[in-house]
């Protein structure tokens, strides 16, 4: 792969900490109930700690995705690669599952004047993208792991008859 193009996806998977960081910090400030709350009372409320305690799946997965293409800026196919594929999927999978457990709640305890179809919604398509990305992963890791089984056949010197 080119090195422009791998800097350009590292500087875009920063971007997406970054912002999620900011989001994260912000948001509750700002929506819902919180809007009247201390500053104490808003981030130890259980749901706001939930999310929080559920974004680390996501930045597992944006820190393994930047180790990745570092391993692949160095041309190096190993175990490294192999080992931060299967990071990204389960942790794909892990988010997607705290994703659906939060859809359920918001289900089962909203309050009866309010429509939880919007949070439905972006639930299920968080998950799906989750899901897809667990899917990709898995695939990749399957490749990746033949290459590195297959690559110290394809290294190895022919011996000199004798």
């Known amino acids: 792969m080119k090195r422009g193009l791998l800097i350009f996806l590292k500087l875009v998977i920063i971007l997406i900490g970054i912002v ?4 994260m910090v912000r948001f509750p400030l ?24 559920a974004s680390l799946p996501f930045f597992i997965v944006l820190y393994q ?5 570092g391993y ?20 794909a ?11 359920l709640y918001i289900m089962t305890s909203h309050n009866k004047d309010d429509d939880p179809a919007g949070f439905i919604v972006i639930g299920t398509l968080a998950t799906f993208i ?9 695939v990749f890791e399957k490749f990746s792991k033949s ?8 290294d190895s010197t ?5």
């Open 130 to 138: 989750f899901v897809v990305i667990a899917t990709a992963a898995s």
């Open 20 to 23: 999620a960081l900011l989001v």
């Open 30 to 53: 700002t929506e819902g109930r919180a809007i009247n709350l201390d500053l104490f009372s808003i981030y130890s409320d259980p749901f706001i700690l939930y999310g929080y305690a």
């Open 72 to 91: 692949i800026e160095q041309n190096k196919f190993s175990l490294g690669s192999v080992k931060a594929l299967r990071a990204i999927k389960h942790s």
């Open 147 to 154: 290459a590195v089984d297959t690559k110290p056949e394809n």
């Open 65 to 69: 995705a930047s180790k990745l293409l």
């Open 158 to 162: 022919p011996k000199k008859l004798v």
């Open 93 to 103: 999978i892990i988010q997607s599952l705290l994703i659906i457990m939060a859809v």
